[in-house]
Nanobody, 117 residues
Framework: EVQLVASGGGLVQPGGSLRLSCAASGFTFSNYVMGWARQAPGKGLEWVSSIDSNGDPNYYADSVKGRFIISRDNAKNGLYLQLNSLKTEDTAMYYC??????????GGQGTQVTVSS
């Protein structure tokens, strides 16, 4: 069974930082493009970033470019997202996702990021 479990969210002040982690299991992690998506209250899912199987980032949403950094550790089946210079509009539930056959599937367990003073 494919499992993608995100963690590391929390409450942070504007300008602060967080590091999100995603623990992947049930598949050969190193074979897949992985990514992060987020959903703010009352809004649709927004794709934030993705990274190829070799660890090269290949997408950042314009809203996070220069502030967020995606990375992965294939030996640990781990996906990460470093969130810097956080803004109130970054408040959302963050999910990790896997791309398979051109289709993205996000994990069921997200992690809440709340940016507020």
């Amino acid at each position: 069974e494919v499992q993608l479990v995100a963690s590391g969210g929390g409450l942070v002040q504007p300008g602060g930082s967080l590091r999100l982690s995603c623990a992947a299991s049930g598949f050969t992690f190193s074979n897949y493009v992985m990514g992060w998506a987020r959903q703010a209250p009352g809004k649709g899912l927004e794709w934030v970033s993705s990274i190829d199987s070799n660890g090269d980032p290949n997408y950042y949403a314009d809203s996070v470019k220069g502030r967020f950094i995606i990375s992965r550790d294939n030996a640990k089946n781990g996906l990460y997202l470093q969130l810097n210079s956080l803004k109130t509009e970054d408040t959302a539930m963050y999910y990790c996702a896997r791309r398979s056959g051109g289709i993205w599937s996000r994990g069921g367990q997200g992690t809440q990021v709340t940016v507020s003073s």
